[in-house]
Every structure is written in structure tokens, then in C-alpha cells.
């Protein structure tokens, strides 16, 4: 038995918890990264440092420079690095599912990942402020992938900014006079005992399942997610109180 092995493994096993958090040890595609991890050990002087001649080997002796990244590798990269840091609705909803279709469509109707036709496409045919977040997300994405040396260049950089999202009547977002919201009790901006009335009305003869949770929404206030998940356990009979400690995501199906 080699002296010292339970040393060695152990700075190995650390070297390689880096490496992983790091996503040096995964190929774009998801792949295990083997030419890494022989050089790991190597470094560590676990392997003889073998020369390998590859087939693809240029006259030169040099390997052929590794191609860039496609733009949903980029994306799907990035994504897998944000999934523990957002949440679950989130995640599937808006980074993989709207941002996901929204690169998708550009791709498509572009014929091309040129970051400024994809930019321009974007800004004509989808929603600014949404737009805006997603370049801005991209730039990080790449950012992150020349961090990790997996790009070279990015070609988003900046790109969030110049976008101006407009407000109401074409005005930009800092030009908008916003509304003070000081009375939240203010009869104007909800419907009236009569208006209500005539809808629970309406829900009770023509689709009766729906009307005890439809009574409570107005009773309560509470929002359809908060409702779906609400509990017996929820009540506290004698102060007299309900409470909201949960909801109910529809896009993840899960409390």
C-alpha cells in the first residue's frame, strides 16, 4: 500500500469538490470532462504526465481551437447554474420556460445567433422590460462562461442598458408620475357589494363548485394560489383567525 495514501486522497477529493464547483470538470454537452481530470492527476502527481497524440492533430502539433458555444448551450449552462438560487415556479416558468421560448423564436425567425439581430428581434416583437431582463441575464451568462473559460468573448455586454422601457402613453419608466397608493381601503379600485353579489350570483347557478372558494376570495382578500393550498390546519377557531402560510404554483404543481 502506497505511504501516505489517506493524505492524498484526501487533497484529491478537495481538488476535485473545486473543480466541480467550478464546472471544470463537465464538457458543454454535460459530459465528463476525462482530459481535466487525468491533468488533475497528474498535477498531483497520482499519474505519469503521458503525451497523447490525438488524430486530430493539426501540422502544427497544436489541437484545433475548441468551437464556441451555441446560444441555448450558453443558456442552458447559465440556467443550471441559477436553478438553487431562484425559486422552483421561477425557474420552470420564466428562465426555462418565457426566456427559454423567447431565444428560441429569435433564433428561429433571425436564422442566426447574432447577438444584435437577436437583440433587435427581441425588442421589436416581445415585451421591453421583459426583454430587457433577459439581456441582461445573458450578458451575465457569458460573463460567467469567460470566467470559466468556456468563451472567449461577450457579445451581449451592455445590451440591457440601452434599452428604455416605456410606461404609460409611450413615456419612459423614469418619466411616469406614479400614483400614491395611500388608501388601500379605496372603494374605487375594487368592485362593489352590489358588483359582487351579481357574480357570486352568476357562479352559484351556473357553476355552483366554484362558489364557496370564489366567497372566500372576496371574504379574504387572499390571492387563488393562497386559497388552493389553504388548510383546515390554517384555522385557529378561537381567536377567530385564518392563516396564510402557503401557496399552490400551477406552472410546478407543488405547495
Not at 2 to 30: F, H, I, P, V, Y
Not at 104 to 111: D, Q, V, Y
Not at 210 to 226: H, P
Request: hydrophobic letters at 30%; charged letters at 30%.
Amino acid at each position: 500500500m502506497l505511504d501516505g495514501w489517506e493524505g492524498k486522497a484526501d487533497k484529491l477529493q478537495r481538488r476535485l469538490q473545486l473543480e466541480m464547483e467550478e464546472w471544470k470538470l463537465t464538457n458543454s454537452d454535460g459530459t465528463f470532462n476525462e482530459s481535466r481530470y487525468r491533468e488533475i492527476l497528474v498535477d498531483q502527481k497520482l499519474k505519469p504526465d503521458l503525451k497523447v497524440v490525438n488524430s486530430t492533430t493539426v501540422s502544427s502539433g497544436q489541437l484545433p481551437p475548441k468551437p464556441e458555444l451555441s446560444l441555448m448551450e450558453v443558456w442552458n449552462i447559465y440556467c443550471e447554474y441559477r436553478k438553487h438560487d431562484l425559486r422552483e415556479s421561477t425557474f420552470v416558468s420564466t428562465y426555462q420556460g418565457q426566456y427559454k421560448n423567447f431565444l428560441k423564436s429569435a433564433i428561429e425567425a433571425t436564422k442566426s445567433e447574432d447577438a444584435l439581430k437577436i437583440r433587435n428581434w427581441l425588442v421589436e416583437n416581445r415585451n421591453p422590460k421583459h426583454v430587457r431582463q433577459l439581456l441582461s441575464n445573458l450578458s451575465k451568462a457569458y460573463r460567467m462562461g469567460i470566467k470559466n473559460k468556456l468563451l472567449t468573448h461577450n457579445p451581449f455586454e451592455g445590451m440591457a442598458e440601452e434599452i428604455t422601457t416605456k410606461g404609460t402613453k409611450g413615456k419612459t419608466q423614469n418619466e411616469v408620475e406614479t400614483e400614491n397608493d395611500d388608501d388601500v381601503l379605496d372603494r374605487a379600485k375594487a368592485y362593489t357589494w352590489d358588483e359582487r353579489e351579481i357574480i357570486l350570483d352568476y357562479i352559484k347557478n351556473n357553476c355552483p363548485h366554484w362558489y364557496f372558494f370564489t366567497s372566500f376570495k372576496f371574504l379574504t382578500g387572499c390571492r387563488t394560489g393562497e386559497a388552493i393550498a389553504f388548510m383546515w390546519c390554517d384555522i385557529e377557531w378561537e381567536k377567530e383567525r385564518i392563516l396564510i402560510r402557503r401557496t399552490y404554483d400551477v406552472t410546478t404543481k407543488k405547495f
